[in-house]
């Protein structure tokens, strides 16, 4: 697979979302192409991996929940941010445990935009390869990502923290660490912190 380190791939059904991101990333240097259906996007993206790619969740065809799904998104070298209105929160969560990097909110300002996408690029590059699997009860339920969240939390990272060190924001933080509590049962942070600490320090 072929990899394009300066390409924004845009997929959005909205004409005028394309164009304004379009513009915004052309003016900082990035090459950009747009997709208006999912099909088209997921059939490039197979092929060759951008810089990042901004995926609307509410596509024609294909929803931006079957994309993440059709990509495997959890393991695709890029970060695939999801552009989500107001509304959409739920479902923005579900997109971010279907692999999604983060979301963005629309409105959204270009400032932001740029900044979330410059942090996440820099993030991906810094990425170690897949770490030995940590040997506590449930930790191969978890995703990489979350195994990445876990250790920020188990350092003692607060959400912002770990959210600045990984790329992505603090209520991505929040819900990959819901998530987390969730398979591990874990009731709270300081259970959390047992249950991982507590068969590493005895195995």
Do not use: W
């Amino acid at each position: 697979m072929n990899a394009d380190s300066e390409a924004i791939y845009i997929v959005d059904d909205d004409p005028a979302v394309r164009d304004a991101l379009s513009v915004l990333f052309n003016m900082e240097g990035f090459i950009v192409e747009t997709f208006s259906d999912g099909d088209t996007f997921v059939k490039s993206a197979s092929k060759t991996v951008p810089a990042c790619v901004m995926l609307d969740v509410h596509m024609p065809g294909r929803s931006g929940i079957e994309i993440l799904k059709a990509l495997n998104a959890e393991h695709y070298p890029a970060p695939i941010f999801i552009i989500s209105g107001q509304g959409d929160i739920p479902m923005a969560v579900e997109a971010i445990r279907n692999g999604a990097f983060d979301f963005i909110e629309k409105p959204f300002s270009a400032d932001t935009v740029l900044e979330r996408v410059r942090e996440s690029i820099a993030a991906m590059k810094q990425r170690t390869p897949e770490p030995a699997a940590p040997d506590f009860k449930g930790a191969d339920q978890l995703t990489r990502r979350e195994h990445e969240v876990l250790k920020e939390i188990t350092d003692g990272a607060s959400n912002k923290e770990a959210g600045r060190t990984l790329g992505i924001s603090p209520r991505t933080v929040e819900v990959h660490r819901a998530r987390i509590m969730e398979k591990l049962g874990a009731r709270n942070a300081a259970d959390l912190v047992r249950i991982v600490l507590g068969r590493s320090a005895t195995s």
